[in-house]
T-cell receptor, first 115, second 116 residues
């Protein structure tokens, strides 16, 4: 079965640079979530989109922005990168509406290293 | 915000043993999910629970949604080496206003080590 696709899988950036992470949800999933996971930590919710509209916002820095496009893929844009932004970034998707909407399926993640 | 207390933090067991882990919260959740994560990989959904008191199995895994809606447990029977990994519970509160406002709150994880 098709899974969530994230690209790139690894990214190395320097401080103050920008980065763009991409997420392609499971086909027919209309909701995308972004999570950040630091070393030894649990995933922390950043932001979500449902039908191309922002649906919820968590602890996302103002330096980060995201959007969901007409084909439901999503991009997380990160500017003025700081050392503390080094983490695994996960995208998850789910199908809105109906009893299965709570089941979020995670992608393999993008490991961002800021030097 | 909501917090989940997951225990134990880590477990070392022998192959073939059963293991149990649980999550508790001071808040009520509508849904409990259990994930397994291997190092450097994304969490993989194991079991989803939607109703208080619900008991659900997935192979050797069994999970229950507590009656109070503030807790859940996961049991793994007859553990095998590939069960090694970090297990996360995640709770979800359905927010009003329509749309899909379903952000997950995760526990801190249980690191499971299985000795062959």
């Amino acid at each position: 079965a098709a899974g969530v696709i994230q690209s790139p899988r690894h990214l190395i950036k320097e401080k103050r640079e920008t980065a763009t992470l991409k997420c392609y949800p499971i086909p027919r999933h209309d909701t995308v979530y972004w999570y950040q996971q630091g070393p030894g930590q649990d995933p922390q919710f950043l932001i979500s989109f449902y039908e191309k509209m922002q649906s919820d916002k968590g602890s996302i820095p103002d330096r980060f922005s995201a959007q969901q496009f007409s084909d439901y893929h999503s991009e997380l844009n990160m500017s003025s990168l700081e050392l503390g932004d080094s983490a695994l970034y996960f995208c998850a998707s789910s199908q809105g509406g109906g009893g299965l909407l709570a089941e979020q399926y995670f992608g393999p993640g993008t490991r961002l290293t800021v030097t | 915000g909501q917090q989940l207390n997951q225990s134990p933090q880590s477990m070392f067991i022998q192959e073939g043993e059963d293991v149990s882990m649980n999550c508790t919260s001071s808040s009520i959740f509508n849904t409990w999910l259990w994930y397994k994560q291997d190092p450097g990989e994304g969490p993989v959904l194991l079991i989803a629970l939607y109703k208080a008191g619900e008991l659900t199995s997935n192979g050797r895994l069994t999970a229950q949604f507590g009656i109070t809606r503030k807790d859940s447990f996961l049991n793994i029977s007859a553990s095998i080496p590939s069960d090694v990994g970090i297990y996360f519970c995640a709770g979800l509160i359905v927010k009003g206003g329509g749309g899909s406002n379903y952000k997950l709150t995760f526990g801190k994880g249980t690191l499971l080590t299985v000795n062959p």
